[in-house]
């Protein structure tokens, strides 16, 4: 009676609180009846007359009024909530709290300065492919301000395996198995949105709604109440902080627009600020080398960070400029042995300081290669294999800034004019205007330099505010090209056949210096000893050498603390930039810096810095009055720097103390490129080689400790294999810590790999490792397995060497091989293989890779590739939304808004083209490679047929090899291209026939290093 009283009491329930809408979504059945897990809006929605039928059925007392539940009320109530069934989990995932309110109330908006706060909740029909709505927010009055929409959904549980219910005997081993089986796969179900905002005035809003759903809401506003507008106000913060949040988690471009916002609206809206990245707790500080390095490359991270910094406390800990500039590091003397021959020196080093590194080309040819290479990826070589969502430009940066672009005259000549050419420079930051300029060693000085000057009339004449001028430098005239904002600075100096232009004035100096008399870079004895390894004679395509006394000048005070402050102007230009187009956007357009600092649009005491530098407005763009113009500041060595603050002097110091007692000296860098043709392919063959020496393998910590002497022992692999490595490792500092040095190798069969959401839980990682055709394996034994806890390792193989271990991984031993695997048979196709041989070089480290063209690890590695272009290119969409949203730009002028407020170009990383699309009165932003997308059934969208990632089109394989010696590093290899022609267009002379590659690569470093080079040298092409 009391099981069948409480079946009708539950039907009761169910059918008047529960009724069956789209809110709400059919389980299993079980021994009392039908139940449902509900959407908690549905729940919220209904919640009188929830607690009214309750009541009724399971309360001790008659009537709506007074209602005391009873057990069975508390026993159906837990039945409802608790269970974990197939199907719908009825938990939402993002915004909990205060559903019931805004579901009672639909929504408020309340009055308020310096903004009143509205928020209305709209339900929404699941769509069938579970993709989050994308919906815009605006008004007839245009009086509301930094929307915020906020999706709420349900999780979604598909899973084919039902997970069993954990109330009931022999539970606590359901939970072990669904533990190690892992959390089944969940998708987010859209079921409602949120709508936050800001606004102005006292009158009735008329809010309107467009994109994946279109609505016009009449909202009436409330008179001011403290404690209303306070919580909405809350509410509207959390939604804005945790959408922004989002937005930014999977762009990769930069976030200055989301972290302006937030840092102004907190500000005036009296929040505490909100980090867009909080600190994990766990992150170790970083060393002062690593600090070092990522202020001399100039990293994003370090870059936001500052940003972030003049944000909330611009100024701080700067103080006055009254400490003089600190003493730089005392090197010590590189040990260069003494060469006993004469070393035949290219005659355009003799031009080159010493300080400067230097990039020779050879020939007008190579450069036109490199050149067209590096156009292929939109100017920046990075991009052939990073999913970039935005682009730099940083070559065309340098070319406008240069005013030097590859004229007709070269087009039809080239090495007929120019018979040798270098770039130099004493740094590298090409994004922000870089030190450095091109030397040109010409064949025909006059046709080449009157080829020039034209060009640079033509430049000064057709850009804003250029001029053309002669200014008089080591007793030698000078013709600048210049504009005031520094977008074109290049200076011309010709002495001889030589012609110099460069962006630094300091650099002209120092060309004009050295070429009457100052010591050059072809002098300094770790240059020579540079060419006696890699000679003139060999034709290197591409020749790169990074002096130490180059390094030394990056360490050096007037560097450091310059690149400090140039970021920090960065900084200020760029909040600048947002500030005033925030201001805009509420009404205050053509502000000054005073005027948004009393807006609150800028932090208070903005613009105060150290070195006196201003944010100055020239035309429609804000400059650093010191520097210039973003991505055209003025050169670091152009930059008088005589004096520091308190902070940044004892900042250097401790960088100075740590290279003087950790590194002593720096270490010179040699790199070399040849192009060879490959015989009977298309393809061609790059031979790299790259080395450090003098190297100390105790300044780079642990990094260099782990590899033991090199050996020309390598070990056979398969061929089948599609990418190899092996390592000789120290027995005392690898994993095993075993008494003797060991080679650990690995190689990997033509697979395809896992989704990473197939190896959540154990044993879906031990399933995916299972189905992996791979194999690891080492010689001798170092006995890593059989150091296993718990004697896991320890087992006795059959009578072929096999040992079946945990988990189906297979163990093959054989004299003083291991070798580990989850499938047997690629174990037993190795076996015969396997064999420690002599090879023609010594190495520690050894790499190989086949061409991935048309294989199914190919096929893996596009999912991948899609899978993040698909993030990035959404992302950018999301960036010009919050463009349009918050800085109530038009839609038609997002993009180049966008653009100009980064300094960064837009790019979609799957080859697609940004546009807007119509659709009556509403319009967004998307790309037109979205359409080609193929949605799965887990909700992502796989590529086409027919897309390939950008390097798998045209990779046909690498063989790299590193040698680490007592006192050198080297990293040698070939790497086979298969890319078109040359346009015509860009070189119309047919060029040379490549040279086929004639001898091993691989043994140049144990010629280098094993003996004198003049005693180990060959006649072969290569030595």
Known sequence: MICQDLHRKWHCATSQCFPEDSQCFPS??????????????????????????????????????????????????????????????????????????????????????????????????????????????????DRVFYPVVSVKTVEVVVDNQPRRDVRRPGGLI?????????????????????????????????LRLSGDINQRLRLKVTPHAPAAHSRAATNWWRMYVERAREDTAESDCPKLVHRYLLSMLARRMGFPTADLDPPDPNDKPQSEMLKT????????????????????????????????????????????????????????????????????????????????????????????????????????????????????????????????????????????????????????????????????????????????????????????????????????????????????QHLATRFLQVADGDRALSTIPEFQLARTWMPDSQDYSIFAYLSPQFFHRLVSPQYQIELSRRLEAIAHLEIAEVASRAADAEGHPAMDLAALEQFGFLPPGFDERVDGARVIRIGDEWVDSLRGARGSFLPIADVQLVATSRFEAERYAAVSKYYVEKWRHMDPILIGLRRFQTPGETAETIAIEGYLAPFEPEKYGWIGKQLAAPTPIEIHQPASDKASIQLHVRGDAGLAQANAD????????DMLPPDAEETKGLIKTLQALQATPAYLGAWPKPGIVEKLPLGLGIARPDAAGFTRMLAGLWRWEAGDFSVLSFDRSIIEEAIPQLAPVQSADVAQARLQVASLDGTLLAQWINRLWYQRGWQASHANTQLLDTVHQQLKVPQESCMQVTQSILDVKLQCPLGGAYEIQYSGDNSWWTSTAWSKGVLQSDGR?????????????????????????????????????????????????????????????????MKLFGGTASEQKSQSRGF
């Open 28 to 141: 299993k059945r079980t021994g009392i009846d039908r139940w449902r897990v509900c959407n908690p809006r549905t729940v919220a929605r209904t919640k009188a007359a929830v607690l009214n039928c309750f009541c009724s059925c399971f309360g001790n007392a008659p009537g709506p009024t007074i209602c005391v539940p009873s057990l069975p009320f508390w026993t159906v109530l837990g039945i409802l909530i608790v269970p974990q069934a197939p199907g719908v989990i009825g938990q939402d995932s993002r915004d909990r709290g205060n559903v019931a309110e805004a579901q009672s109330n639909r929504y408020e908006a309340i009055s308020g300065e310096p903004f009143g706060v509205l928020v209305t909740e709209i339900p929404l029909q699941p769509g069938q492919d579970g993709t989050l709505p994308r919906i815009l927010v605006s008004d007839a009055d």
């Open 174 to 206: 359901d939970r072990v198995r669904n533990a190690l089986r892992g959390e089944p796969e969940k998708r987010q179900m859209p079921v409602a949105i949120t709508v936050a905002a800001l606004f102005r005035g006292n009158q009735p809003l008329e």
């Open 293 to 504: 390095l990522s202020l001399l490359a100039g990293i994003e991270s370090l870059r936001e960070q500052t940003l972030e910094n003049v944000l909330v406390n611009p100024g701080q800990s700067q103080g006055e400029e009254e400490y003089p500039l600190p003493d730089a590091p005392v090197w010590n003397q590189s040990q260069v042995p003494v060469i006993q021959h004469q070393v035949a020196i290219e005659s355009i080093a003799t031009r080159v300081p010493p300080e400067c590194f230097y990039l020779r080309f050879g020939s007008f040819q190579n450069y036109v290669w490199f050149q067209d290479f590096s156009e292929r990826f939109g100017g920046d070589i990075g991009q052939a294999v990073l999913m970039r969502g935005f682009n730099h430009e940083a070559s065309a940066r340098m070319e406008r800034m240069l005013a030097a672009k590859m004229t007709t005259l070269a087009k039809l000549f080239g090495d007929r004019v120019i018979r040798d050419m270098a770039v130099v420079g004493s740094d590298l930051y090409l994004k922000e205007g870089a030190s450095l300029g091109v030397i040109f060693h010409a064949a025909n000085v006059g046709l080449l330099a009157s080829s020039i000057d034209s060009d640079r009339k033509s430049v000064a004449s057709g850009t804003t505010d250029a001029s053309l001028s002669q200014l008089t430098i080591a007793g030698r005239n000078v013709s600048l090209l210049s504009t005031p904002d520094n977008r074109v600075r290049s200076f011309m100096v010709r002495d001889g056949d030589y012609l110099f232009i460069t962006t630094s």
């Open 742 to 749: 060991y080679y650990l190798f690995a190689g990997v069969k």
């Open 941 to 1005: 969208y796989a590529p086409p047929e027919d897309y390939s990632a950008p390097w798998i089109q045209w990779f046909r394989g690498a063989k790299i090899h590193v040698t680490q010696q007592d006192d050198s590093l080297s990293v040698v290899g070939n790497i086979k291209l298969d890319m078109p022609p040359i346009d015509s267009t860009k070189f119309p002379t047919q060029p040379s026939v490549l040279p086929q590659l004639d001898f091993d690569i691989f043994q140049l470093p």
